[in-house]
């Protein structure tokens, strides 16, 4: 058929086609040609599994991590992000853990895919741990930026060590050099303030002593909203 004979832009035609039909048997089509020799039609699978929902082929997506081109797996962590999934989260850490050149970017969607899927339960600690040094660690404004603003989106209900952890990091990124990464702490340390009850009298002690000291009013903004 077209999908199987056809060339490369039939074949990322039907594809696309697949992905607005939102099948079962579509579907199961597109989860047959995530290994597509070509990374166009490759690409086209993980948008049209996105635009489906993507959750009935979430081990082709996970697969998908480790692809050879950039913008599949660059689109296949946003994609995983937005199914939601929290048993998604080992093999999204993993790879955020790796250290390859030339990945920015895509450790940045990596981290905002943890932030989404918000999960910070038992099962998961690795994740709050890796934000943190990522965090704590990158050189890059835009990755700690993103680490940070995953850390506030986390669920800690079930994992308070890991709250305190993420408190303590954030405390930290409040003296970042950066004013959009300490904005970005202020925000999450309300966000977890609000949440999460135990911690709020000593965060808001810390966030009214931050806003004396810190000079740059968009800061200090963030932090009485």
Do not use: C
């Amino acid at each position: 058929g077209i999908l199987g004979e056809g060339d490369e832009r039939t074949r990322e035609g039907a594809v696309i086609a697949l992905g607005y039909l939102g099948t079962e048997s579509a579907i199961h089509m597109l989860k047959k040609l995530y290994k597509d020799p070509l990374p166009s039609v490759r690409l086209a699978v993980v948008k049209s599994l996105g635009k489906i929902g993507g959750r009935d082929a979430i081990t082709e997506l996970t697969e998908m991590l480790g692809d050879d081109s950039f913008a599949v797996y660059l689109e296949a962590t946003f994609v995983l992000g937005e199914i939601g999934d929290p048993a998604l989260v080992p093999a999204l850490v993993q790879k955020l853990n790796e250290e390859k050149p030339g990945t920015l970017l895509l450790k940045e969607k990596l981290a905002q895919a943890l932030g989404k899927i918000g999960n910070a339960g038992s099962r998961n600690r690795s994740a709050v741990r890796t934000l943190i040094r990522r965090s704590h660690e990158s050189p890059y404004e835009t990755l700690r930026r993103m680490s940070v603003w995953a850390l506030g989106q986390l669920d800690y209900q079930e994992a308070r060590a890991d709250r305190n952890l993420a408190v303590e990091e954030l405390k930290a990124r409040m003296q970042d050099e950066r004013i959009l990464v300490r904005m970005e702490a202020a925000r999450s340390l309300v966000k977890i303030g609000r949440e999460n009850d135990p911690v709020h009298d000593t965060l808001g002690q810390f966030l009214l002593e931050r806003l004396t000291e810190e000079r740059d009013w968009q800061v200090r903004e963030t932090l009485v909203r």
